[in-house]
């Protein structure tokens, strides 16, 4: 199945989620396409945002992903209500992680669409 974004709907620097995706552009202007639920609680990475180093980070506790191979780099800052790390609980989320990385898909221009395959 093929998903579709209007490429002016997706300016440099951003995240969105098109159907199972988070679809991003880096601000280097490169795409990608990862699994839309994070691993830790499920949260919508759609609604995530990217960081300095370019890893798309999770809207509900801070946990960081790799955008090209969906690995996470760094685990969740939490877990419910809680906001702040903690050790044990994070480790064990990232090592999930790394046994089940987010998927990855193809993020390419065509037209003035992005199409995610």
């Known amino acids: 199945m093929t998903s579709l974004i ?23 202007g490169e795409l990608f396409a990862v699994g839309r639920r994070c691993r830790h609680q499920r949260a919508d990475l759609g609604r995530g945002s990217l960081d300095a180093d370019g890893c798309l980070v999770c809207p509900w506790h801070g946990s960081r992903y790799d955008t090209t191979t969906g690995a996470m780099v ?19 989320v990232k090592l999930f992680s790394k046994v089940l990385p987010l998927r990855s898909g193809r993020a390419r221009r065509q037209g003035g669409a992005i199409v995610v395959d």
Do not use: K, M, N
């Open 74 to 92: 760094d685990g969740p800052r939490g877990s419910l209500f809680v906001h702040l790390r903690i050790p044990l609980y994070s480790g064990a």
């Open 6 to 28: 209007a490429s002016q709907d997706l300016p440099h620097g951003s995240v969105t989620g098109v159907d199972g995706w988070a679809v991003g552009r880096q601000e280097s």
